[in-house]
């Protein structure tokens, strides 16, 4: 089956700077990767997804970028502010749907 | 956008007893829908699968008699957890799609406390 890693598990960084989480797959069948944010008690929301014949995407202050061939892709937030602090869940679809071990994000004011 | 209702929010039952669990699609036709449990500070782990008409596919090490789920409809499925026992308590979550390859729609979560 799929195995979805994700890394950091923690990360904190200062207002205004960027946040990157970063997670690898081994299903080559996946190709869709969306971005979840899971705020404390709330339930997760999509910010971004990705497919597998797009290399990048980008919605304002966040990016998503994909590496079909090293089986990875990344989140990329610019410009953070403390309102992106939550927990961050990246997730592979292929034959199955499975998500990542989540990285808690911290944006220090 | 899709929205999905998950009732009850938090539910509290003595041990032995039987919690039934709501996850319905309020505008659109789910014919997926996901169960996931979620301990403190930790990841979403898939419980079971749940294609409309059909039966659940659970994830290994799932007990599909003491965590049943009915996919009846188009719009709702239900997680039971019969006989609660403490170690049951978590943070029960569904969630919903139309189609494959499309993004998911999560209820809010249930609180289940088993005393």
């Known amino acids: 089956g799929e195995n979805v890693e994700q890394h950091p598990s923690t990360l904190s960084v200062q207002e205004g700077d960027s946040a990157v989480i970063k997670c690898t797959y081994s299903?080559?069948?996946?190709?869709?990767f969306p971005w979840y944010k899971q705020e404390l008690g709330k339930r997760p929301q999509l910010i971004i997804d990705i497919r597998s014949n797009v290399g990048e995407k980008k919605d304002q202050r966040i990016a998503v970028t994909l590496n079909k061939t090293a089986k990875h892709f990344s989140l990329h937030i610019t410009e953070t502010q403390p309102e992106d602090s939550a927990v961050y869940f990246c997730?592979?679809?292929?034959?199955?749907?499975?998500f990542g071990t989540g990285t808690s994000l911290t944006v220090i004011p | 956008g899709a929205v999905v209702s998950q009732h009850p929010s938090w539910v509290i039952c003595k041990s032995g007893t039987s919690v039934k669990i709501e996850c319905r699609s309020l505008?659109?036709?789910?014919?997926?829908m996901f169960w996931y449990r979620q301990f403190p500070k930790q990841s979403l782990m898939l419980m079971a699968t749940?294609?409309?008409?059909?039966?659940?596919?659970?994830e290994q090490g799932v007990e599909k008699d003491k965590f049943l789920i009915n996919h009846a409809s188009l719009t709702l499925s239900t997680l039971t957890v019969t006989s609660a026992h403490p170690e049951d308590s978590s943070f029960y979550i569904c969630s919903a799609r139309g189609t494959p390859y499309s993004p998911l729609h999560f209820g809010n979560g249930t609180r289940l406390t088993v005393t």
């Open positions: 505008d659109f036709q789910a014919t997926t």
């Open positions: 749940s294609n409309e008409g059909s039966k659940a596919t659970y």
């Open positions: 299903d080559s069948a996946s190709n869709y």
């Open positions: 997730a592979a679809e292929g034959n199955q749907f499975y």
